[in-house]
């Protein structure tokens, strides 16, 4: 979806190093999500937002941190890389008001490969 | 907690074969239930939905209905083409609202 973008779309780093990815939305939603994808697991949530001042854990936190800059805007950052974190992140949004079981919408993913 | 399930894949049918993905799900109360379609190197779409028990969600051809005595949001395609060769994945927002429980994703490729 055009209105949920992420940068970068492809990155590779070293073990170890500090990355930062990037998520912004013109969606006008409330809340923002973060997931990683790795094959035959499906997606698992990493910290998801419901506004500005409201960030929370999801299942698989550990070795993340998330930065809510603007209710458009929601960066994930890895401290230190390791190899495991290699995968496909999304970024999501959603409206609450909008009364539609809360659907989300997905950004085009980032992938990213740490050596 | 919610879990979602969907059948093993990968699935692999001819050009305008009937597909069938089935999806059960656990979750207290009464979820929202989604099936979302990946194409190859593309996020996630959303591809149809159903918010209460006995909704059938429809879109592009397919069907999906929440069935509560089952537990079950099957997804179905009367005749498939080789440009719905994809990941198909579904997904509730139960208990804690605003978050996805996904299944692990069905490969589906479509042969001419």
């Known amino acids: 979806d055009a209105d949920v973008t992420q940068t970068p779309r492809n990155r590779i780093t070293k073990t170890g190093k500090r990355i930062m990815l990037e998520c912004s939305q013109t969606?006008?939603?409330?809340?923002m999500y973060w997931y990683r994808q790795d094959p035959g697991l499906g997606l698992r949530l990493i910290y998801y937002s419901f506004d500005v001042k409201d960030i929370n854990k999801g299942e698989i936190s550990d070795g993340y941190s998330v930065s809510r800059q603007a209710q458009a805007k929601f960066s994930l950052s890895l401290e230190s890389a390791i190899p495991n974190q290699t995968a496909l992140y999304f970024c999501?949004?959603?409206?609450?008001?909008?009364?539609?079981?809360?659907?989300?919408?997905f950004g085009p993913g980032t992938r990213l490969t740490v050596l | 907690g919610d879990s979602v399930t969907q059948m093993e894949g990968p699935v692999t049918l001819s050009e305008e074969a009937f597909l069938t993905i089935n999806c059960t799900y656990t979750?207290?109360?009464?979820?929202?239930l989604f099936w979302y379609v990946q194409y190859p190197g593309e996020g996630l779409q959303l591809l149809l939905k159903?918010?209460?028990?006995?909704d059938k969600g429809s879109n592009k051809g397919f069907e999906a209905t929440y069935r509560k005595e089952t537990t079950s949001f099957h997804l179905e395609k009367g005749s498939v083409q080789v440009s719905d060769s994809a990941v198909y994945f579904c997904a509730l927002s139960g208990t804690s609202y605003g978050k996805l429980t996904f299944g692990q994703g069905t490969i589906l490729t479509v042969h001419p």
């Open positions: 979750a207290t109360g009464y979820p929202s």
């Open positions: 969606k006008g939603h409330d809340r």
């Open positions: 159903a918010t209460k028990a006995d």
């Open positions: 999501a949004t959603s409206d609450r008001a909008a009364g539609d079981g809360d659907t989300q919408y």
